[in-house]
């Protein structure tokens, strides 16, 4: 009963390559989330997507950053022309209904940490 | 806007003593509260949360209090294990935040042998 995944686990891109970061929710779970967390700060918003439709964006920058969750495959983050403000540790996690209510929690993928020189 | 605040960056605990993190929120629209731990290098874990019609909620080693008129949250861990030792998250979700979850900075907790 594997977990929420995410890949890769480490990215390294120089300014303006392109960043994909990858997630495949828990089973049975098709509800996916997209946080960004920056040195000594708390988690922060980005997006959340069902299957085949973006739910809510408010918290994702408006140019260069897109999110996806196809009906088959992961749940894909991409970042165009990246730069150093990228670099940050990206988290990704799944409920089986949408929220955090009881018995809703929202499980975590262990990240990806994007590097960029 | 921090609409979470954790204002301690760091609690040091002896072992076995009580370890107390605290967490105020602004919003008051927040009707659901949870706590998450977070080991290095890992994604954030769930721990235990608490509904704003509720005042405390218990699970083992670890209570969470809420005062809703002084907008503020404490999660209590007796007695402080080594493996207690993470980073505490305090996160808030709301009637008017669209299922998104509003998180405080963290506390870092260490557990002194």
């Known amino acids: 009963n594997a977990g929420v995944m995410q890949n890769p686990r480490h990215l390294v891109r120089r300014r303006g390559q392109e960043a994909r970061l990858r997630c495949s929710p828990m089973k049975g779970h098709s509800h996916v989330y997209w946080y960004r967390q920056l040195p000594e700060e708390g988690l922060k918003f980005m997006v959340y997507?069902?299957?085949?439709?973006?739910?809510?964006e408010s918290g994702m920058p408006k140019e260069r950053f897109s999110a996806e969750f196809p009906k088959e495959g992961p749940s894909i983050l991409r970042i165009q022309q990246v730069v150093r403000g990228d670099s940050a540790a990206y988290f990704c996690a799944s409920s089986p209904q949408p929220g955090a209510g009881f018995y809703n929690e929202q499980f975590f993928g262990p990240g990806t940490r994007l590097t960029v020189l | 806007d921090q609409q979470v605040k954790q204002n301690s960056p760091s609690l040091s605990v002896q072992e076995g003593r009580i370890s107390i993190l605290n967490c105020d929120y602004t919003n008051s629209m927040f009707d659901y509260f949870l706590w998450y731990k977070k080991y290095p290098a890992e994604g954030p874990t769930f721990l235990i949360s608490?509904?704003?019609i509720k005042d405390k909620n218990e699970d083992g080693r670890f209570t969470v209090f809420l005062n809703k008129s002084a907008k503020h949250l404490s999660l209590h861990i007796v007695p402080s294990q080594p493996g207690d030792s993470a980073v505490y998250f305090c996160a808030a979700e709301g009637m008017d935040s669209n299922y998104q979850l509003i998180w405080g900075a963290g506390t870092k907790l260490i557990i002194k042998p």
């Open positions: 608490i509904s704003s």
């Open positions: 997507l069902q299957k085949e439709n973006i739910i809510d």
